[in-house]
């Protein structure tokens, strides 16, 4: 389990828990995502995009400023919300950008003391079955880049996305099963509108809390995502935490109440949805990154309640 002590304070079962977030959905200025973070009271963010770009792909003069802002405000980044093999990266193509982004990744992760890299299991192929989906090819592109970060002190963490491992848990299960040391951050929004490959079609959609049931042994980490399905305009209609479908309440309870000691970090897609280029929104993404945050922390405190009166935790 990944421990980053966030506050010196807390002596309590839990002291290692500690919040953070894609600042980019606040804003892709680093500036504003800096400020987004210290206006939340919170010492991390889980970095994605700066400036329209991956962490891993800006160019070593932007990745130079970032790194001075970040130390001149005191901000860390915890994880590295990478592309690697996530839904935009097509197996059944010969090339592959993974491998690239990972080596620079690595470079970059070891100036900033970052230890956590999100990755994933490359896209789902269209109109082809479960048994159809390359998972030898995913499997051998997937070792190598989790040996790379091994061999670096350096944990990679497969989120249930867009990907092979996101069509159920046995699949996610399957992927840990074959890829020695890799972990798990476990999103709680998204099985709310993945289809449910574990069952014969057509495909219902998943249940968060059945897939964290079966996962959650291997869960190094957590995005907090909420919404419900539309199945109308077949798209999900992203919520604040804990008043979508997610069950993201039981869920984070469960994990405090089992010794959970890794980060909890906000991905709202309130105001941006990254793997949905058509979608489109009216809402202010750094005010919306804000209320997020203080309503997930607030929903924190009352499961805290619930569990032990005086127990509280803090970012």
């Known amino acids: ?58 160019s070593d003069e932007q990745f130079d400023q970032a790194c001075s802002q970040l130390n001149d405000a005191g901000i860390k980044i915890n994880c590295f919300g990478s592309a690697i093999g996530n839904w935009s990266k097509d197996i059944s193509k010969e090339e592959d950008p993974s491998f690239e982004e990972a080596k620079r990744a690595v470079v970059r992760m070891k100036r900033l003391g970052t230890k956590l890299v999100r990755m994933m299991s490359y896209a789902v192929l269209p109109d082809l079955p479960p048994e159809k989906q390359m998972l030898e090819k995913r499997v051998e592109r997937l070792k190598r880049i989790v040996g790379l970060f091994l061999e670096n002190g350096l944990t990679p963490v497969h989120e249930n996305c867009m990907n092979y491992g996101g069509m159920g848990a046995c699949y996610t ?25 574990t069952k014969p079609k057509p495909y219902p959609k998943q249940s968060s809390w059945d897939f964290y049931k079966q996962v ?37 309870k469960d994990l405090l ?26 809402i202010d993404g750094y005010t919306n990154y804000i209320e997020y945050g203080r309503k997930f922390m607030k929903l924190v405190d009352e499961i805290n309640q619930e569990l032990k009166p005086n127990r509280s935790v803090h970012a």
């Not at 389990?1 to 977030?21: C, Q, R, S, V």
């Not at 299960?173 to 490959?197: A, C, H, Q, W, Y």
């Not at 959970?260 to 991905?267: L, R, T, V």
């Open 1 to 58: 389990m990944i421990k980053l002590k966030a506050h010196p304070k807390i002596k309590n079962k839990g002291e290692f828990m500690y919040y953070t977030g894609f600042a980019d959905e606040a804003s892709q200025d680093l500036k504003l995502q800096i400020a987004a973070t210290k206006e939340l009271g919170w010492q991390y963010i889980e970095s994605r995009n700066i400036g329209g770009a991956n962490i891993h792909n800006i």
């Open 173 to 197: 299960l399957e992927l840990i099963d074959r890829i020695p040391g890799m972990k798990l951050v476990f999103d709680t929004g998204n099985p709310v509108f993945s289809d449910d490959r």
């Open 216 to 252: 959650k042994g291997h869960i190094a980490y957590v995005h907090i995502k909420d919404g419900k399905y539309n199945f109308e305009t077949q798209k999900c209609d992203y919520s604040f935490p804990g008043e979508g479908t997610a069950e993201v309440k039981r869920i984070v």
């Open 257 to 282: 109440m089992n010794g959970y000691e890794g980060g909890f970090s906000m991905e709202p897609h309130m105001a941006s949805a990254f793997h949905d280029k058509n979608a489109t929104t009216k």
